[in-house]
């Protein structure tokens, strides 16, 4: 799907349900609630953060992160420890999820996707200390499992996706 992909019409009960999903999501992420947040995901799931626009397959080129299902299972587990040095402590974020589109809807098939900017604050608690901002966009594709929406991609084009990063060692 392109991410210029116009917006579709769906009934407001599906729109608001999406948007719900979208913000539970973005609030786990950003209290470290990671179980939680990892049951919002199907077993294909597909996590996608690369280098640049997301206009390539992202096995031909760097990306920051490409985590298949198993991979993002072992991201969760490592934070999970408490050993993970580059999110010890835990960084404080906060992030605002706004301009949701729906970009695909197929209710036969029970399979979504929307569009939304986001703009995620970060503290860097253990390293400078610096408040870090993180503009982007994300990349929904949700998908009805036994009645209840789940993830089965995400992809994060980061506004400063060109730039040098520092570490993404949580969930953006």
């Given at each position: ?9 769906v009934?407001?009960a599906?729109r608001r ?7 539970l999501?973005?609030r ?9 947040w990892?049951a919002?995901?199907t077993d294909?799931?597909?996590?996608w ?5 997301a206009?390539h397959?992202?096995?031909d080129r760097?990306s ?5 299902r198993a ?5 969760i587990r490592q934070?999970?420890t408490g050993?993970?040095?580059a999110?010890?402590p835990?960084?404080p974020?906060?992030?605002?999820v706004s301009?949701?589109?729906v970009l ?9 996707a929307?569009?939304?900017?986001f703009?995620l604050?970060e503290?860097a608690?253990q390293?400078?200390?610096a408040?870090?901002?993180w503009?982007?966009?994300?990349t ?8 209840a929406?789940?993830?089965s991609?995400k992809?994060v084009?980061?506004v400063?996706s060109?730039a ?9």
């Open positions: 799907m392109s991410p210029a992909a116009p917006a579709v019409s009934p407001e599906l349900e999406l948007e719900a999903f979208l913000y999501e973005a786990l992420a950003d209290e470290s609630r990671h179980a939680e990892e919002l995901v294909d799931f597909h996590y953060v690369p280098k640049g626009p206009d397959d992202p096995a760097l920051y992160i490409n985590d298949n991979r993002l299972a072992t991201r934070l999970g050993l993970r040095h999110q010890t835990v960084s974020m906060r992030r605002i301009n949701i589109e695909a809807a197929n209710d036969a098939a029970g399979t979504y929307t569009g939304s900017n703009v604050y503290l608690a390293s400078t200390g408040l870090r901002v503009p982007g966009r994300a929904h594709h949700l998908r009805r499992v036994d009645g929406l789940r993830m991609a992809t084009e980061l400063t060109e040098p990063l520092p570490n993404l060692a949580f969930l953006i």
